[in-house]
């Protein structure tokens, strides 16, 4: 591997954590290794499009992204960047990749790991949500911001996330057709969320101005939506169906994106020695650290990944981090930069659990799912088998063993996309709080990889 003269660090993750990781690596005269499975740097918030396609998208001109960009360019040259290279295992000081779809033989060892990989959609199942034309919100946004394209003509973005306003902007703002919102969360718990979410005065003020705008562009937005289902026709999207507050409404669409917030990618990060905890907060299981990201032993969790604070607090994150691991290895750091910078971060995260009171995960309504709703796309298992084979399992407190027995989580996603759903069922089957139950152990390979024919015929 390629890390010159000093000890072998990688970073797993491009985004604004990684790119601050490195950035601190760099100027204490380092050269990382920073893997990103993503084409081009800048992780899922600050993603660049394609350049081919010339697109000029406002989220892009934003001032964060610019700079995030421009450290990123600054160091390119001073660090081993591989894009388009998947970390699909960690095990023994060592990581195992896939470099465009192919996987290498020999792991690639490192003295020290900062994990920086961010988070993705978290989701509450709806009826009607395997229907086509229904997204993830952030597959939404990655349709728009790699591709410029919108997931549709009429477009319904339910759920409950901060984020759901601001994709709904990009796709006005990129000139998409008609956009709705759907909020699962009433307004008067934004309200009384304010104060905490302006312990970072931007976010609160970003906020009422995103709010502003959307309202000013005629964006219909309705809040405390509850018994949500998709119509199809053909297997499409068609409309939706729900209630606000008692009122049953209908609306035409042909596209729906779902977000309840974010699910921090905690799987190397458990591969690697790290121990998780259920977090009431942000309703999921997230890694233990220190207050500067350690985790274990040479293992350091930045960003999204290990608290989800939001694209300024992970950069700060990145650095932090990355100064414990100079620390560690006997670098001298500046420590009234590191109090400076953990006591920027921790603004942002203070902020971000006032959004995640804010924008509540909408646990009630997991005991009314419908049975014949589909928990797990990739093995077509049901809520209603989840629940069946939780309730014969009293006191086995381990989704794992619903699992094993239901194959739910046991697909190409590994339980990424429902698992946090499937022990909220098996949690309310047995009228058990989520936290009861032991999460999803991680398997190897995290994401899918490609094993190539004859491999797969020696075996
Ligand atoms: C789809 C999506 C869209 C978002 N859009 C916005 C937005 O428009 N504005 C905003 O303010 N916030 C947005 N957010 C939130 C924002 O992206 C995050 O708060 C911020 O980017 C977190 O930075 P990070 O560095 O922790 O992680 P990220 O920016 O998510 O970067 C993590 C990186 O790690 C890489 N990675 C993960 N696992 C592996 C692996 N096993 N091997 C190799 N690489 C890996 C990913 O490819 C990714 O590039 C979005 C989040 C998501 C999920």
């Not at 470099?99 to 989701?123: H, P, Q």
């Not at 917030?261 to 942000?282: C, I, N, P, S, V």
């Not at 699992?403 to 990424?416: D, V």
Request: aromatic share 6%; net charge positive; charged share 20%.
């Amino acid at each position: 591997m390629s890390h010159m003269d000093g000890p072998g660090i990688v970073i797993v993750g491009a985004g604004p954590a990684g790119i601050g990781a490195a950035d601190v690596l760099v100027r204490a005269g380092l050269r990382p290794v920073l893997i990103d499975e993503g084409r081009r740097p800048g992780g899922q918030g600050y993603r660049k499009s394609d350049p081919t396609l010339g697109l000029s998208l406002g989220y892009a001109r934003a001032a964060n992204y610019k700079r995030i960009h421009a450290v990123f360019t600054a160091l390119e040259t001073q660090i081993d960047y591989r894009p388009e290279t998947l970390v699909w295992s960690v095990d023994g000081r060592a990581a195992y990749l896939a470099e465009r779809g192919a996987v290498v033989d020999a792991g690639l060892s490192y003295d020290r790991l900062i994990l920086a990989t961010g988070a993705t959609d978290k989701i509450a199942p709806v009826p009607g949500w395997t229907l086509t034309g229904v997204y993830t919100l952030g597959g939404a946004q990655v349709i728009l911001k790699d591709q410029g394209c919108s997931i549709g003509r009429k477009v319904v973005f339910y759920g409950s996330s901060p984020l759901l306003y601001l994709a709904a902007a990009q796709y006005i703002e990129a000139g998409a057709g008609k956009v709705t919102i759907l909020d699962t969360t009433p307004f008067a718990r934004k309200a009384a969320a304010s104060l905490k979410i302006a312990r970072a005065p931007s976010v609160l003020c970003n906020g009422v101005a995103l709010l502003a705008g959307l309202k000013a562009r005629g964006v219909t937005i309705v809040s405390g939506v509850s018994g949500l289902r998709i119509d199809g026709e053909d297997g499409r999207v068609a409309g939706v169906s729900f209630q606000a507050g008692r009122r049953p409404m209908r609306l035409d669409c042909d596209a729906v994106a779902i977000g309840h917030g974010l699910r921090a990618e905690t799987q190397l990060a458990e591969l690697a020695g790290a121990e998780l905890a259920y977090d009431a907060t942000f309703d999921q299981w997230l890694p233990r650290t220190d207050a500067d990201g350690r985790a274990a032993d040479g293992l350091y969790l930045a960003g999204d990944g290990a608290r989800i604070g939001g694209a300024a607090a992970a950069e700060l994150a990145g650095r932090v981090a990355a100064m414990a691991c100079l620390a560690d290895l006997g670098r001298s750091i500046d420590k009234a930069e590191l109090i400076r910078l953990r006591t920027r971060r921790d603004a942002y995260h203070a902020s971000q659990e006032g959004l995640a009171q804010a924008f509540a995960w909408p646990r009630h309504a997991f005991a009314d799912l419908p049975d014949e709703t589909v928990l797990c796309r990739c093995e077509n298992v049901t809520a209603g088998a989840v629940r069946a084979v939780a309730r014969s399992l009293e006191g086995v407190s381990d989704i794992n063993r619903v699992k094993a027995l239901t194959r739910c989580g046991m697909g190409r996603c590994q339980a990424r996309m429902c698992g946090l759903a499937a022990v909220e069922v098996a949690a309310a089957a047995r009228q058990e709080a989520a936290e009861a139950l032991t999460y999803y152990r991680p398997q190897p390979p995290v994401k899918p990889i490609f094993i190539p024919e004859p491999a797969l015929s020696e075996v």
